[in-house]
């Protein structure tokens, strides 16, 4: 059974649109860039109940679902969880998971996008240091890592997090990673995690 896909994180607009290019065609023009409207959703709303003639899965697109009316967010609950999936797929973002509403969130996959990182020499260093962290984590030195994390200044933290997330990615078979990372989903879950969020995550602390 297909399931209404939720992005949410910096890049979350772009993931969005390459699962639109890798899975179909989008039926409509993105909707919800402004803040989604009651009838913005009432017309995806047809969309997901009406057959496309054009071959293909057809694709709907909405978000920022963070800043989205809540009466339309309403409008949506029971289509974005009962569509026939073989022709039609809603796909959702935001910027701040925490930012939208529950019961939206409750019939969605949630996918964090760390967005692009390692553009510029100071990316290139929060990378440095995102490995660091990870090495440190992973040989239980976590007495090290506040050490580490003093010079990442809070604007750093999304591009930290979008660091740390790549450096997990490519050790997915190590159980202390996917520890670890369940951990930091949690502090993804805000648009403008602090280092003491990030670092209380990685040291396993609440």
Not at 54 to 63: D, S
């Amino acid at each position: 059974m297909a399931s209404c896909i939720l992005f949410h994180g910096p890049g979350a607009r772009d993931g969005a649109l390459q699962k639109v290019e890798a899975v179909g065609h989008l039926l409509a023009p993105p909707y919800g860039e402004e803040g989604l409207k009651v009838d913005e959703a009432r017309e995806i709303v047809l969309h997901l109940l009406n057959v496309s003639l054009r071959p293909g899965l057809g694709v709907i697109l909405a978000g920022p679902m963070d800043e989205a009316n809540p009466k339309a967010a309403d409008v949506l609950l029971k289509s974005i969880e009962e569509f026939d999936g073989e022709v039609v797929l809603p796909l959702l973002w935001a910027h701040d998971l925490g930012g939208v509403s529950v019961t939206i969130r409750s019939r969605c996959l949630d996918v964090w996008c760390p967005g692009t990182v390692a553009q510029t020499e100071e990316d290139d260093l929060i990378t440095g240091i995102a490995w660091d962290l990870v090495a440190k984590a992973q040989e239980g030195n976590v007495h090290d890592l506040p050490g580490i994390l003093r010079d990442i200044k809070d604007k750093d933290s999304p591009k930290l997090l979008g660091a740390l997330s790549e450096v997990l990615s490519t050790q997915t078979d190590d159980p202390r990673v996917r520890d670890l990372w369940g951990r930091l989903r949690k502090v993804a879950r805000w648009n403008n995690p602090k280092p003491v969020e990030i670092l209380s995550a990685l040291m396993g602390t609440p």
